[in-house]
């Protein structure tokens, strides 16, 4: 005999439907369907029912302590989980977007339309005003830029845009990667941080050659410059509030400055360090902190040097800091105080003494003086706006050209930033990966897209149809036609597809993957959650430590992909 359970007290189930249409149309299917069945189950439930309202009648005859059940309501109704109305839906619908009808357009945030067909979405360009072809500079400008004139063509050269994978690692850190740096003088060589505060280095010409270093920081790793004068060391600034300068030889590492020597006292004094650039004139290391201090470090003896100095405002977080390549006296932050970014002479850098406010919409992400001529401004800010100055001699109150790009995003991801492309004469190219996903062939991809920032135009948007997660973080070569992107917790190399074509020949294409796969198969990128476990792929042991899938041990699992 099955074992009797001992039928339980419950309360009335009501529910309730959207419309009268849905009560007659379900009615209608339950009159087609088989009857028995129907007479049945109508049986078992008056049954049901009965001995409930048995059971209440006999629990009500017992005393006045017991209190009367309210019956459990189950609505079937629609309920946006933007505005939290019932009626309509919002939200990701597959690889679709729906928008809320309560808010405005969530691309360009203006009432009126939806997001798919928001006029910034079919054309980056639109309502934006071109760059003059006449040669509008002042004076001063040329001055400024005299020394690069014979460097830079008359005419525009076509941009060379790396469209398609070459190699990957997948899930080569415990955490989302952060930030990504190239090596200075070779070539092949990638750094990244993650939010584990890991520092990994990696060969991608040898795929297989990769380290990781875990013992560096205890949280985010924020940031990273390598050191000038020796190009075998670099700076990292982090979320626990130190600066380190590591080896990348023998991965020894030593702290700069510890903001935090007492360790965890309270979110209301625990210091992160965020932004951070080299002067290589001065000798210094410029970092800042989620109290709006900015700090000197001087590289020579490794020691702070001079008073912390209030850059915004108190409270606030500097998440971004750019020395001007051609004159390092000027320095740009941005940060999340009234939401602008700032100019400053770093002869006289004083709490208010900025030369000029940048105003913004919203947070900033990101700001970057162009890499050659050190002429223009590039911004990146949370109101989905690319902001671009075209001469820091002009007028600065209000920028050249906004450009409506989808990097909004609500959190567990790496900030988006705008990245200029180095190797471009024309200071025009600028890289970012995109939030909004697109419906490619059924699948959600996010791709990566290349802006020419002088007209607004959308240059090219590479993808792969098996990486589908998000890609915040991307990095052009400076001085191969060469993007690195970080997705989650991958690594990937982009090349132009003619080049990409040309390697294979000589040796397939490889994708490495790291660590052990529990939760069923997945694309290149996984999931982009941060809620995986953190010890999945590499385990610390003593000061640093190596991914088990090195050199002469056994190679790890690849997969060979024919493009």
């Not at 525009?156 to 990957?168: L, Y």
């Not at 400053?344 to 913004?360: F, N, T, V």
């Not at 998000?470 to 992107?485: E, F, G, M, T």
């Amino acid at each position: 005999m099955a074992p009797r359970t001992r039928r339980g007290s419950f309360p009335a189930v009501v529910i309730e439907r959207e419309t009268e249409s849905e009560e007659s149309s379900s009615s209608e299917e339950e009159e087609e369907g088989p009857e028995p069945e129907v007479q049945e189950e109508e049986e078992e439930e008056g049954e049901e029912l009965a001995e409930v309202e048995n059971e209440e009648k006999g629990e009500e005859g017992l005393g006045s302590k017991k209190k009367e059940r309210v019956p459990i309501t189950i609505a079937l109704t629609k309920v946006c989980k933007v505005c939290k109305r019932k009626g309509h839906e919002a939200g990701f619908k597959g690889a679709t977007y729906i928008d809320c009808p309560m808010k405005p357009c969530f691309l360009c945030k203006m009432p009126g339309h939806t997001t798919m067909a928001c006029p910034h979405k079919v054309a980056t360009e639109h309502g934006v005003i071109p760059a003059p072809n006449r040669n509008t500079r002042s004076s001063l400008d040329y001055v400024f830029r005299r020394q690069l004139r014979p460097d830079i063509p008359a005419i525009k050269t076509a941009f060379i845009v790396p469209d398609q994978v070459d190699c990957a690692v997948i899930r080569y850190h415990s955490r989302r990667v952060t930030c990504l740096e190239f090596h200075p003088t070779n070539n092949n060589i990638l750094l990244s941080g993650d939010k584990k505060g890991q520092l990994g280095v990696w060969d991608y010409n040898k795929v297989h050659e990769k380290t990781v270093y875990g013992n560096i920081h205890n949280c985010i790793l924020n940031n990273m410059r390598f050191k000038p004068a020796n190009d075998e060391t670099i700076y990292a600034a982090s979320s626990d509030g130190t600066i380190s300068c590591t080896d990348l030889e023998t991965g020894i590492s030593s702290s700069l400055m510890n903001l935090n020597p007492n360790g965890w006292q309270g979110p209301s004094t625990w210091r992160m360090l965020y932004g951070m650039d080299i002067n290589s004139e001065k000798g210094l290391v410029l970092v800042a902190d989620n109290f709006g201090f900015l700090y000197l470090v001087d590289t020579r003896s490794n020691c702070q040097t001079g008073e912390a100095i209030l850059i915004h405002k108190k409270g606030s977080k500097v998440v971004g800091l750019h020395c001007n390549p051609l004159q390092p006296e000027l320095l740009l932050s941005c940060g999340n105080d009234h939401f602008n970014a700032r100019i400053w002479d770093m002869r006289r850098l004083e709490a208010g003494s900025s030369l000029q406010d940048l105003p913004h919409g919203r947070v900033v992400n990101a700001a970057y003086f162009s890499p050659q001529s050190g002429c223009k401004i590039l911004t990146t800010s949370q109101d989905n706006r690319i902001r671009v100055w075209d001469s820091i001699f002009g007028n600065l109150n209000s920028p050249s050209r906004e450009i409506v790009h989808s990097h909004d995003f609500n959190r567990h991801l790496t900030p988006f930033r705008a990245e200029w492309d180095p190797k471009d004469p024309s200071e025009s190219l600028v890289v970012i990966g995109r939030y909004i996903s697109e419906n490619y062939n059924g699948a959600a991809l996010h791709p990566i897209d290349f802006i020419d920032i002088s007209t607004g135009q959308l240059v090219a948007e590479v993808m792969d149809p098996n990486i589908t997660t998000i890609s915040p973080v991307n990095k052009l070569h400076p001085r191969d036609d060469v993007l690195a992107s970080g997705s989650s917790r991958s690594l990937f190399i982009w090349r132009p597809k003619e080049k990409s074509e040309a390697v294979q020949q000589k040796d397939e294409k490889k994708i490495v993957l790291c660590g052990s796969e529990k939760k069923g198969k997945r694309k290149f990128g996984g999931v982009d959650s941060d809620n995986e476990s953190d010890d999945d792929t590499f385990s610390s042991k003593g000061k640093s430590f190596k991914s088990k899938k090195l050199g002469t041990k056994p190679n790890p699992k690849s997969l060979k992909a024919k493009r």
